[in-house]
């Protein structure tokens, strides 16, 4: 049968995204000859994909093996615990340290391969995570990095270097060349701690006033990712807005900026610059990037100006625009990064879906208190779905829906408001993400009005529960010097189901079964309660294969995604969510592709609402079934 286009780049796409893939799954060790010249052996390995390059037998304790491990450092989906593992055994073969296995992997990155942005990311934050004398005794090899030719690595040497406290040697790169003060300003973006971009402040404010047009977009860029000063640099880019060559950068300058630092006098004068902007443009050149950015900074900016003005403007606006909702994707969260927003009764307008995680997602926009029927109506619908549209059922309480979107994709999806104030739901319903990834739609009357009082969403799933913050393992330090004495088990396993852990794992026989069994998790992990945590705050650093997530395209173009139950000579067996009534079935002789996923199907942040308090109550509870 053949593959239509859109469903095999889609497919493609996704298996790209999360690894290189196979035709067939070989679970033989592939033969390595490990005593060839180093080009020989990096061309045995880089022909195996990702699982079969784990297949190789290695070990720290012979040089021979290094090529192995560079080689598994050097994958771009391949999960955080293994790359360390491979990046300590670097370490210990070549007698050297973690930074120095680090900078060298960044370096050997070949940066026009696909992923090999995220890569340099990835190898990079890690990089930077490390402390600050770590990172001064590799001065000179930064001072290296940081003068690349490709602006992603020079932004990380540029980083590092800040990090170490060498601020001096950045100045004089800066002093010697152009590329060096681009790099340094989009290294803001990249530093790990407040007080290292504060320190950045006055460099990226002398760039914006008296520096190239490339250094004044990239200050832009850095002064709009500073945690400080707000209202000065709003100040600063509105007014810039009016300048033809930096109005898209300004533009998506404001758009960063927090809703509080949006000043009604600025803000009139450039939303008037922008209507003007939107009216002296030709209607061909309306669809592209900019354009929608500088028309979603225009809306922003209404919303600070008194109704009377922005009213005129904004019917204005919608002689020549049409408006544009952008909503990204959170890396490894599973949650969309636009919570709620407001649009007029009876309006036309678009949502601009930008997919920047590693799975593929939708958006369903649903009627009031519809989300959870219309994702498991949508689990039913499965890969075919309604109207080519993937994990979509055909339904009135479904408003409108994207097409399933690859990973570092976007749609569009064009709709009219309905014509009845409410809150609307809006949920990706690829399998068991609904219960995480969702927002809503607010129908109003009067947009304007709405923005001088806006009103927060009731939570459409009943949760009445507020983000706490980013848990690390760092936030937990001397947290189990007394163990957990004087918690509760009860407790811990009340937080246990409300944040649907029960849904996927099983303590004493009791839940689901998409994840590990988490009954002996302290036995095995030897009562260590900082491993435990690690589990839970990191869910990809390591995966267990047994619940590692598959993503599969048939050779009649469907996707299905979820966790092996058997993987039979004639078929194998999937199970995509604990709400799913049966197992998805599929012949092998109908597999085209398969590839397991280098991201837990379990979201990162997902105790992010949750005290750390409770977080321990939990850890009480998973201590406590070891025990019976």
Not at 186 to 203: C, G, H, M, N, Q
Not at 204 to 230: F, N, V, W, Y
């Amino acid at each position: 049968m053949r593959i239509s286009s859109k469903r095999f780049a889609l497919a493609c796409a996704i298996l790209s995204s999360i690894g290189s893939y196979s035709m067939a799954a070989d679970k033989t060790p592939p033969k390595i000859y490990l005593d060839k010249s180093p080009r020989i052996v990096a061309y045995q390995l880089g022909r195996l994909d990702d699982d079969r390059l784990l297949m190789v037998p290695r070990s720290d304790d012979d040089p021979k093996y290094a090529p192995v491990y560079e080689a598994i450092v050097l994958r771009p989906a391949m999960a955080g615990g293994i790359r360390d593992e491979a990046l300590h055994a670097l370490a210990k073969i070549r007698d050297t340290s973690i930074t120095t296995e680090l900078i060298t992997a960044i370096e050997a990155v070949k940066v026009n391969e696909a992923d090999s942005l995220r890569l340099i990311g990835v190898l990079g934050k890690q990089l930077l995570q490390h402390g600050t004398d770590e990172l001064a005794g590799q001065t000179k090899r930064l001072t290296e990095l940081a003068s690349a030719t490709e602006l992603s690595k020079a932004s990380v040497g540029m980083a590092a270097l800040l990090c170490a406290d060498k601020t001096e040697i950045a100045d004089e790169l800066c002093a010697a060349n152009q590329s060096s003060i681009i790099a340094r300003l989009t290294s803001v973006a990249i530093l790990p701690r407040d007080e290292l971009k504060l320190a950045e402040r006055e460099f990226a404010e002398a760039k914006l006033q008296d520096g190239s047009l490339e250094a004044q977009t990239a200050a832009i860029s850095a002064l709009s990712q500073i945690p400080t000063e707000h209202d000065a640099t709003f100040r600063n880019l509105a007014s810039l807005v009016a300048n033809e060559d930096l109005r898209t950068a300004a533009c998506r300058g404001l758009l960063r900026l927090p809703s509080q630092a949006y000043q009604s006098a600025p803000a009139k004068g450039a939303a008037e610059t922008l209507v003007r902007f939107a009216e002296s443009t030709k209607p061909d050149q309306r669809t592209s990037d900019a354009f929608i950015d500088s028309m979603r900074a225009a809306e922003q900016l209404l919303t600070a100006i008194p109704a009377e003005i922005a009213k005129p403007l904004r019917e204005r606006l919608r002689e020549v625009a049409v408006r544009v909702v952008r909503i990204g994707t959170v890396e490894e969260e599973m949650r969309y990064d636009v919570p709620y927003f407001a649009v007029e009764a009876g309006r036309p307008f678009q949502i601009l879906l930008e997919n920047h995680d590693l799975m593929p997602h939708n958006l369903v926009v649903t009627q009031p208190g519809a989300l959870k029927s219309v994702a498991m109506a949508g689990l039913t619908a499965g890969p075919s779905g309604a109207n080519g549209l993937p994990y979509v059922t055909d339904s009135p309480n479904v408003i409108a829906a994207s097409s399933l979107v690859a990973p570092d994709a976007s749609t569009r999806l064009t709709l009219t408001a309905p014509s009845e104030p409410g809150e609307y739901p809006y949920v990706c319903t690829f399998p068991q993400h609904w219960y995480r990834m969702y927002g809503v739609m607010i129908v109003v009357n009067d947009l304007d009005a709405w923005n001088r009082n806006p009103t927060k969403p009731a939570n459409p799933l009943g949760s009445n529960r507020t983000f706490v913050n980013s848990w690390t393992l760092d936030d937990f330090s001397g947290a189990f010097e007394n163990g957990l004495q004087g918690r509760s088990p009860a407790i811990g396993e009340k937080i246990f189901n409300e944040a649907s852990c029960v849904g996927c794992h099983k303590v004493n026989e009791s839940g689901g079964a998409v994840g590990p069994d988490l009954t002996d998790v302290y036995t095995r992990w030897k009562s260590d309660h900082q491993s435990v945590l690690r589990e839970i705050l990191e869910p990809s650093h390591k995966i267990d294969s047994k619940y590692a997530t598959q993503t599969v395209l048939t050779t009649d173009g469907k996707t299905y995604s979820g966790i092996v139950l058997d993987d039979g000579d004639e078929i194998l067996t999937l199970i995509n969510s604990p709400d799913a009534k049966e197992p998805i079935v599929i012949r092998q002789e109908d597999i085209e592709l398969i590839k397991r996923s280098a991201t837990s199907m379990m979201p990162k942040a997902l105790l992010d609402q949750y005290t750390k308090d409770e977080i321990l109550e939990l850890l009480t509870y998973l201590e406590s079934a070891a025990k019976k």
